[in-house]
């Protein structure tokens, strides 16, 4: 089992109020599994990503991914969990304004200690592997919509990480660029990768294999369409 | 992953993540030149003015003591009393018998260690003029000594010579000349063997001195010696203070001259065993060290007082640095997104902090070093880079970058990913 979840909680204390934003999650993904988490505004899932990609920790619960309980590290431990174990990619791509494409894909390696001429191979290797090996040296200002989530899906690939989470990662791209990206997620899912992904929209959902419904900080539905 | 090169990999990920950091902070200052080299100037500026102050005051302090420790061998010095010293009365003290000739005359011929014993009149500031037919000299300072005054501290004679001991045993009127007098009085003449008047005296001058060429300037050459016996025959007067100057031979050790000195000095002026001394022996040595710590203590007080602009500049840092943080929030979520720890972003932007006050340091150890050599040239004193303040210069302006920038750079290193993650 890749991820476990069990009875995770996260609670906001806002005042005197608690607020249940995840209010109990039992959930297990497999190696190689494409899932969707759907859900309107206010469902958790922005949250519960977060908890997935160890950027927070459960108020209750545990969390098992990769065979390691991580729901109560450290944050130096969390950074190295979410170095090794995850790739991000986000709606707003997320790239750092001033560095290349190629140093932008770097970035993880930098933090996992890699060596420089091991690092630009390997970012090399999965620039090309999105189809930008021409924009290596372009910064993201000199780069298409689409070009620029290619460029943070490589720099969530770079690693090797456990699983991809992407977040509605084609809500900033035109449909037609948007199509390009989800058929890019599967090429990846193919090659063996584990994908979560949020998104509201409905025909996103589709290219998964999953679909979890979230609703009130709970899960309403958990299908397998693959 | 493979757990093996687990370890190793982390030890040489901190090198990475350093050489990734001081990487971004060269980027960054690059990126903002205008604010970057505004503040960059400034510390510069901060660090020119140490640097310029510290090195300034060591040559100063070097000339200084060059100048008034001026002999070339070591000496003692005796008065009255101690002549930097404070404490007691000085009326009282100045009630103590004065040094005679007679003390001279006994240390001659017993004081083994004794290479010259030069005895001098000081007339406590009183000055004079010196005539010679239309010309007049300013005030100086005209001062009665034995023949050993020009060997006491190692004076060069230009034109003729100094009195003999014989001239000086007889108390003629005969006269040396120091050079600001003998610029005065014979502007382009020999004075040797022309008389010149104080008050209604003639005097014969018998030599006249080189310059001693002190950051004192006119003062240091403003001055003429009279045999110690014509003086008192001329010139002498109760407020004058009698002193002694010392040379020791070179075989015996400073140390050594002091306490047989010191016992003489007691039988000459016939002291009993339980009697405090009425005299005070300064050494070439002590005046030089405490010369010294008066210079360290200026250049301490300068440096204290010119490091508030170092620290104006270090409030700089902090402003720039926050604005720095707070502009890149985004930066920093993704950067914690990506697995950079907490001490990773504190790195970062202390780095950044201390590479843009440390290239300030840099420039400014080379204006500084640059301005004090002009202060040199113009105020003619030795101009000696002291190594160790020039490494203390750059350790102490970067190290302002760190001081300053550990505030703005622990605010980053303590950002929520997530919300740093969405920062607009």
Same mark, same amino acid.
């Given at each position: 089992?890749?991820?476990?979840?069990?009875?995770?909680?996260?609670?906001?204390?806002?005042?005197?109020?608690?607020?249940?934003?995840?209010?109990?999650?039992?959930?297990?993904?497999?190696?190689?599994?494409?899932?969707?988490?759907?859900?309107?505004?206010?469902?958790?899932?922005?949250?519960?990503?977060?908890?997935?990609?160890?950027?927070?920790?459960?108020?209750?619960?545990?969390?098992?991914?990769?065979?390691?309980?991580?729901?109560?590290?450290?944050?130096?431990?969390?950074?190295?969990?979410?170095?090794?174990?995850?790739?991000?990619?986000?709606?707003?791509?997320?790239?750092?304004? =001033?560095?290349?494409? #190629?140093?932008?894909?770097?970035?993880?390696?930098?933090?996992?200690? %890699?060596? $420089? @001429? &091991?690092?630009?191979?390997?970012?090399?290797?999965?620039?090309?592997?999105?189809?930008?090996?021409?924009?290596?040296?372009?910064?993201?200002?000199?780069?298409?919509?689409?070009? =620029?989530?290619?460029? #943070?899906?490589?720099?969530?690939?770079?690693?090797?990480?456990?699983? %991809?989470? $992407? @977040? &509605?990662?084609?809500?900033?791209?035109?449909?037609?660029?948007?199509?390009?990206?989800?058929?890019?997620?599967?090429?990846?899912?193919?090659?063996?990768?584990?994908?979560?992904?949020?998104?509201?929209?409905?025909?996103?959902?589709?290219?998964?294999?999953?679909?979890?419904?979230?609703?009130?900080?709970?899960?309403?539905?958990?299908?397998?369409?693959? | 992953?493979?757990?093996?090169?687990?370890?190793?990999?982390?030890?040489?990920?901190?090198?990475?993540?350093?050489?990734?950091?001081?990487?971004?902070?060269?980027?960054?200052?690059?990126?903002?030149?205008?604010?970057?080299?505004?503040?960059?100037?400034?510390?510069?500026?901060?660090?020119?003015?140490?640097?310029?102050?510290?090195?300034?005051?060591?040559?100063?302090?070097?000339?200084?003591?060059?100048?008034?420790?001026?002999?070339?061998?070591?000496?003692?010095?005796?008065?009255?009393?101690?002549?930097?010293?404070?404490?007691?009365?000085?009326?009282?003290?100045?009630?103590?018998?004065?040094?005679?000739?007679?003390?001279?005359?006994?240390?001659?011929?017993?004081?083994?260690?004794?290479?010259?014993v030069d005895l001098n009149i000081d007339p406590q500031g009183r000055m004079r003029v010196l005539r010679y037919e239309g010309e007049r000299t300013n005030l100086i300072q005209v001062v009665g000594s034995t023949h050993n005054f020009g060997h006491m501290y190692s004076i060069t004679i230009e034109h003729g010579?100094?009195?003999?001991?014989?001239?000086?045993?007889?108390?003629?009127?005969?006269?040396?000349?120091?050079?600001?007098?003998?610029?005065?009085?014979?502007?382009?003449?020999?004075?040797?063997?022309?008389?010149?008047?104080?008050?209604?005296?003639?005097?014969?001058?018998?030599?006249?001195?080189?310059?001693?060429?002190?950051?004192?300037?006119?003062?240091?050459?403003?001055?003429?010696?009279?045999?110690y016996t014509t003086y008192e025959k001329d010139l002498g007067d109760r407020f004058d203070d009698y002193q002694m100057g010392i040379t020791i031979k070179p075989e015996y050790e400073l140390e050594e001259g002091v306490e047989e000195v010191h016992a003489l000095l007691r039988a000459s002026r016939k002291l009993?065993?339980?009697?405090?001394?009425?005299?005070?022996?300064?050494?070439?040595?002590?005046?030089?060290?405490?010369?010294?710590?008066?210079?360290?203590?200026?250049?301490?007080?300068?440096?204290?007082?010119?490091?508030?602009?170092?620290?104006?500049?270090?409030?700089?840092?902090?402003?720039?640095?926050?604005?720095?943080?707070?502009?890149?929030?985004?930066?920093?979520?993704?950067?914690?997104?990506?697995?950079?720890?907490?001490?990773?972003?504190?790195?970062?932007?202390?780095?950044?902090?201390?590479?843009?006050?440390?290239?300030?340091?840099?420039?400014?150890?080379?204006?500084?070093?640059?301005?004090?050599?002009?202060?040199?040239?113009?105020?003619?004193?030795?101009?000696?880079?002291?190594?160790?303040?020039?490494?203390?210069?750059?350790?102490?302006?970067?190290?302002?970058?760190?001081?300053?920038?550990?505030?703005?750079?622990?605010?980053?290193?303590?950002?929520?990913?997530?919300?740093?993650?969405?920062?607009?």
């Amino acid at each position: 089992m890749l991820i476990k979840v069990s009875g995770v909680k996260k609670i906001y204390e806002v005042g005197i109020q608690k607020i249940e934003a995840v209010a109990g999650i039992d959930l297990e993904i497999e190696r190689n599994e494409y899932v969707a988490i759907m859900g309107p505004s206010g469902s958790g899932k922005s949250t519960f990503m977060n908890l997935l990609g160890c950027l927070d920790t459960p108020s209750a619960g545990d969390y098992w991914l990769n065979g390691k309980e991580v729901s109560n590290l450290s944050d130096d431990e969390l950074a190295r969990i979410r170095n090794r174990e995850i790739g991000f990619v986000f709606q707003t791509f997320n790239l750092l304004p =001033r560095a290349t494409a #190629a140093q932008n894909v770097e970035l993880p390696l930098i933090y996992g200690g %890699i060596p $420089a @001429d &091991e690092r630009r191979r390997r970012a090399e290797e999965v620039l090309e592997s999105v189809g930008l090996t021409d924009r290596a040296k372009h910064r993201p200002n000199e780069l298409s919509g689409g070009q =620029r989530q290619r460029v #943070a899906i490589a720099r969530a690939m770079v690693n090797r990480p456990s699983i %991809i989470l $992407a @977040d &509605e990662p084609t809500g900033n791209l035109d449909s037609k660029t948007g199509i390009e990206i989800m058929s890019l997620f599967d090429k990846i899912h193919q090659a063996g990768n584990t994908i979560v992904m949020v998104t509201h929209e409905k025909h996103i959902a589709e290219y998964t294999r999953r679909v979890i419904r979230l609703l009130d900080g709970k899960i309403e539905s958990d299908v397998r369409t693959g | 992953m493979a757990a093996d090169g687990t370890i190793e990999r982390a030890r040489e990920g901190k090198g990475q993540v350093w050489k990734e950091n001081f990487r971004q902070a060269v980027e960054v200052i690059r990126t903002h030149r205008m604010r970057s080299g505004l503040l960059i100037v400034g510390v510069a500026i901060g660090v020119t003015t140490v640097l310029a102050m510290v090195t300034v005051m060591s040559g100063l302090g070097k000339r200084v003591q060059k100048d008034v420790v001026s002999a070339n061998r070591p000496y003692l010095f005796i008065s009255r009393f101690d002549p930097m010293g404070g404490g007691r009365d000085r009326r009282d003290l100045l009630r103590r018998k004065q040094l005679s000739i007679r003390d001279v005359k006994f240390l001659e011929e017993n004081c083994g260690s004794c290479e010259r014993v030069d005895l001098n009149i000081d007339p406590q500031g009183r000055m004079r003029v010196l005539r010679y037919e239309g010309e007049r000299t300013n005030l100086i300072q005209v001062v009665g000594s034995t023949h050993n005054f020009g060997h006491m501290y190692s004076i060069t004679i230009e034109h003729g010579r100094f009195y003999t001991e014989f001239e000086a045993d007889r108390s003629r009127r005969v006269i040396v000349l120091g050079f600001g007098p003998a610029k005065d009085l014979f502007p382009h003449r020999d004075p040797i063997g022309k008389w010149i008047k104080i008050d209604n005296h003639q005097y014969e001058v018998v030599g006249a001195m080189a310059t001693r060429g002190s950051i004192l300037g006119g003062i240091s050459d403003n001055y003429a010696v009279v045999p110690y016996t014509t003086y008192e025959k001329d010139l002498g007067d109760r407020f004058d203070d009698y002193q002694m100057g010392i040379t020791i031979k070179p075989e015996y050790e400073l140390e050594e001259g002091v306490e047989e000195v010191h016992a003489l000095l007691r039988a000459s002026r016939k002291l009993g065993p339980g009697e405090e001394n009425d005299f005070y022996i300064t050494t070439s040595e002590g005046f030089r060290e405490m010369l010294a710590s008066i210079t360290t203590y200026i250049s301490l007080v300068l440096v204290v007082i010119s490091s508030i602009g170092l620290m104006v500049g270090g409030i700089g840092v902090m402003n720039i640095m926050l604005i720095s943080v707070s502009e890149r929030t985004r930066e920093v979520g993704i950067r914690m997104a990506m697995g950079a720890r907490r001490t990773d972003i504190m790195q970062q932007f202390l780095i950044e902090a201390a590479t843009l006050t440390g290239t300030g340091g840099l420039i400014g150890i080379f204006l500084g070093l640059l301005a004090a050599r002009g202060v040199a040239r113009l105020i003619r004193f030795p101009y000696s880079v002291p190594l160790i303040w020039i490494v203390v210069a750059f350790v102490f302006s970067a190290s302002i970058g760190l001081i300053f920038g550990l505030y703005p750079a622990n605010r980053a290193a303590r950002m929520d990913p997530i919300k740093a993650l969405h920062y607009e």
